[in-house]
Structure formats: C-alpha cells, structure tokens
T-cell receptor, first 114, second 115 residues
Framework: KQEVTQIPAALSVPEGENLVLNCSFT??????LQWFRQDPGKGLTSLLLIQSSQREQTSGRLNASLDKSSGRSTLYIAASQPGDSATYLCAVRPGYTGFQKLVFGTGTRLLVSP | DGGITQSPKYLFRKEGQNVTLSCEQNLNHDAMYWYRQDPGQGLRLIYY???????QKGDIAEGYSVSREKKESFPLTVTSAQKNPTAFYLC??????????????FGQGTRLTVV
C-alpha cells in the first residue's frame, strides 16, 4: 500500500529565504506526483504536476523534483514571500494497482514572516 | 472559467438527517473524486468515479453514498449512518489523455458540521 510522508510538519522562515519541502513515498511505481497549496478553510490549488518519466517541473519561483528510485520529491521555493504562507501537500498517483486515485501526505504548514 | 464548484460552502446537519453535497465541473473530466479532510490528517478518499454511471468505494465509504448520472456532476450524500460526519469535504476531478493522467483539480470545499 502506497504511503506518503511529508517532513517537516511545520516550517517558519523569514521573508526572502529559499526553502525546500520534502515528500517521500513508499512505492516507487507511480504514474505521477502533484504538489498542491491549501490556504486555511479553502480548497487545494494545484502547483505542479510531475509525470513519472520527468525529473523536474518549474513554475515561476517553484521547482519540483522527482526521484522515483529513492521515493522522494522536493518542492523548492525561491525568495519566499509572506503570501507563500499556506499548507503544502504532495500527492502521488500509484502505478498499477490503485492508479485511479491520489494518495496524499499530511502536508507541511509554512509560515513566511515579513 | 473552467473549474469545480462545490455547494454549499457551509452545511449544518441535525442528528439522523441525510444531507447532500453538490459538486459540478465544467472541465470535461471523466474522473471525479470525493475526499474528506480532518484536522491533522491527510485527505482520505470516500468515493471515486471513472465514468458516468459507475463509481467505486474509496477508503472510508461507510455512511456515504454517491451517484454519477451526468459527466459534470458527482453529488455526495452523507447519511445518518455516518457516525462522525463533521469534516471538510473536497471534490476533485481529473482525466486521462494521450496516455497520461492529467492534473487533479479541486473545488473550494464544503464544511459540514453536526448540530
């Protein structure tokens, strides 16, 4: 059974700092991995999708990498801003059995201070 | 604008009542999902549907029911059999094209509270 872990559970940084969020998964057989952002009381906003054949994806100040063999993904946020404060979730779509659904980690709550 | 619309945003349920949460998408996606989110826990899958008139139970389906009569709509009913329904409910959709699963998109959620 695929399990997803995100460490740390919470992170507090000053504005302007570059930071890395981690996501690990137990089964390397995945179709894709997706990073989301969730603001308090809101739904999930998709940030980046990495297909299993890709190593990284970039969007603006965000860069996500994928290493299937080690079961790890990182989300790199450059020059963090207070507006980046939110909970960041990663989700994998399992390959083979269970591919119909996404499996989520419990998220990293990020606070960027002015 | 394409997206997923969930309604209502807030819902209050009395003991013993069934309530229905609405989810509509105009993304032309084949697959739709219902997730439940509780504080300190990851999202847990309730039901999913890959095509119209077909749906499967997820990890926590007991006390819930769904229907998929139209591609655009996937309503979730929380029945009186669900013992702890207070939670944040999220609807999502995605599709499969050119050999790849696309991004999943989520609605803004419905917060259900038992009173």
């Amino acid at each position: 059974k695929q399990e997803v872990t995100q460490i740390p559970a919470a992170l507090s940084v000053p504005e302007g700092e570059n930071l890395v969020l981690n996501c690990s998964f137990t089964d390397s057989a995945i179709y894709n991995l997706q990073w989301f952002r969730q603001d308090p009381g809101k739904g999930l906003t998709s940030l980046l999708l990495i297909q299993s054949s890709q190593r990284e994806q970039t969007s603006g100040r965000l860069n996500a990498s994928l290493d299937k063999s080690s079961g790890r993904s990182t989300l790199y946020i450059a020059a963090s801003q207070p507006g980046d404060s939110a909970t960041y979730l990663c989700a994998v779509r399992p390959g083979y059995t269970g591919f119909q659904k996404l499996v989520f980690g419990t998220g990293t709550r990020l606070l960027v201070s002015p | 604008d394409g997206g997923i619309t969930q309604s209502p945003k807030y819902l209050f349920r009395k003991e013993g009542q069934n309530v229905t949460l609405s989810c509509e998408q105009n993304l032309n996606h084949d697959a739709m999902y219902w997730y439940r989110q509780d504080p300190g826990q990851g999202l847990r899958l309730i039901y999913y549907s890959q095509i119209v008139n077909d749906f499967q139970k997820g990890d926590i389906a007991e006390g819930y029911s769904v229907s998929r009569e139209k591609k655009e709509s996937f309503p979730l009913t929380v029945t009186s059999a669900q013992k702890n329904p207070t939670a944040f409910y999220l609807c999502a959709s995605s599709t499969f094209t050119t050999g790849r699963y696309t991004e999943a998109f989520f609605g803004q959620g419905t917060r259900l509270t038992v009173v």
